[in-house]
C-alpha cells in the first residue's frame, strides 16, 4: 500500500551527497566485521570546458619604402690621385633605361639617392680624359661608394700622302683631344689639369712611286712618354681591313722618329696614347 505520508521528492545533489556519507558510514563498521557491502561509487556529471579561443594574429608593421632604396655615392679622381671636379656621371636603370645625371663637386664626388633595387650603368666622362663605365647591382638598402680613376683621354693625327711622279705633300692636322682645365681653389688638391704634348720633330712618310693606285689607310697607336719620346708604335688591331705591309712600314717608321714637348698632368710629366691615321692616295 501507498505511503501517503513519505516524501516522494526526487533527490537534490545536496540531498545524494547525504547518502553517500550515510552509505559510507555504515560500510565501515561492517568491513571492520567482514560484511561490507559492494561500494557504491556517485559520480557527479562532468562539465566539458570550452575551448579556447585562438589569439588573432597580428600583422607585421609595413617595410618602409624609404628604408628599401639604395645609393651610389662615389669620387672620381684622375691617374695622380687628383680630384675631377666638374665630372659628368650618368647612371641608368638597366630594367627602365630611364638615365639620372649628376656633376661632381669640387672634391670630385658624386651622389645617386632614393634608388631601387635593380641593375645600374654609370659612366663618367670629362674633356681630355678617358671616359669610364661601370655596372653595378644593387640590392634593397644598399649604399655603395665606388672610387674611379679617370686616366688622360688619346691623341689623334690624321695624315695624307698623296703619292706620284711628283714629290709628295703632305696635308696633316693633329688634334689633340686633351683640355687643359684650370684648377679651382680648394682646401684639397684638385686634378684635372693638362698641358697637351706639342711636337717638336715631324718626320714625313715618303711615298714610293708606282705602287699607289687606289687610297690605302694604315692606322697606327703608340705611345709619347713621360720624356716626350715615341714608343710602342704598332698597327692598331680595330683597322678593319690590313694595309699594305711596304705601306704600314713606311708610315710606323716615321711615326717612330716623332718627337714632342712632354704630357703635364697637374705639373708633372705624363705619358699619353695617340692613334694615327695615314692615307696614302695617288696624285
Known amino acids: 500500500m501507498l505511503q501517503t505520508t513519505r516524501n516522494r521528492t526526487p533527490l537534490t545533489r545536496r540531498g545524494w551527497a547525504a547518502v553517500g556519507l550515510a552509505a559510507l558510514s555504515l560500510s565501515l563498521p561492517l568491513a571492520a566485521a567482514g560484511l561490507a557491502p559492494a561500494v557504491i561509487i556517485i559520480r557527479e556529471p562532468q562539465v566539458t570546458p570550452a575551448p579556447a579561443s585562438m589569439p588573432t594574429p597580428i600583422p607585421a608593421p609595413p617595410v618602409s619604402s624609404e628604408a628599401q632604396a639604395g645609393s651610389i655615392a662615389g669620387q672620381v679622381v684622375d691617374q695622380s690621385g687628383g680630384t675631377l671636379p666638374g665630372t659628368t656621371m650618368t647612371l641608368t636603370d638597366r630594367q627602365t633605361h630611364q638615365a639620372t645625371t649628376a656633376i661632381t663637386n669640387a672634391t670630385g664626388r658624386f651622389v645617386f639617392r632614393d634608388l631601387p633595387a635593380g641593375e645600374y650603368s654609370l659612366t663618367g666622362t670629362m674633356p681630355g680624359f678617358a671616359a669610364i663605365a661601370a655596372t653595378f647591382t644593387l640590392a634593397p638598402g644598399d649604399a655603395l661608394t665606388p672610387r674611379f680613376t679617370m686616366g688622360l ?52 712618310p715618303i711615298c714610293p712611286a708606282g705602287i699607289v693606285t687606289s687610297d690605302a689607310v694604315v692606322r697606327l697607336k703608340g705611345t709619347i712618354d713621360d720624356t716626350g719620346e715615341m714608343s710602342d708604335v704598332v698597327l692598331d688591331d680595330e683597322a678593319a681591313v690590313a694595309p699594305p705591309d711596304d705601306l704600314a712600314s713606311i708610315a710606323m717608321n716615321a711615326m717612330r722618329q716623332w718627337r714632342f714637348t712632354p704630357t703635364q698632368l697637374n705639373g708633372q710629366p705624363v705619358a699619353v696614347s695617340i692613334r694615327v691615321n695615314v692615307t696614302f692616295r695617288p696624285r
Open 153 to 204: 683621354g688619346t691623341l689623334s693625327e690624321t695624315i695624307t700622302v698623296l703619292c706620284g711622279p711628283e714629290e709628295f705633300s703632305l696635308i696633316g692636322a693633329f688634334f689633340p683631344v686633351l683640355e687643359a682645365r684650370q684648377a679651382s681653389p680648394a682646401p684639397i688638391r684638385v686634378g684635372g689639369h693638362i698641358r697637351e704634348p706639342k711636337k717638336i720633330r715631324d718626320v714625313r
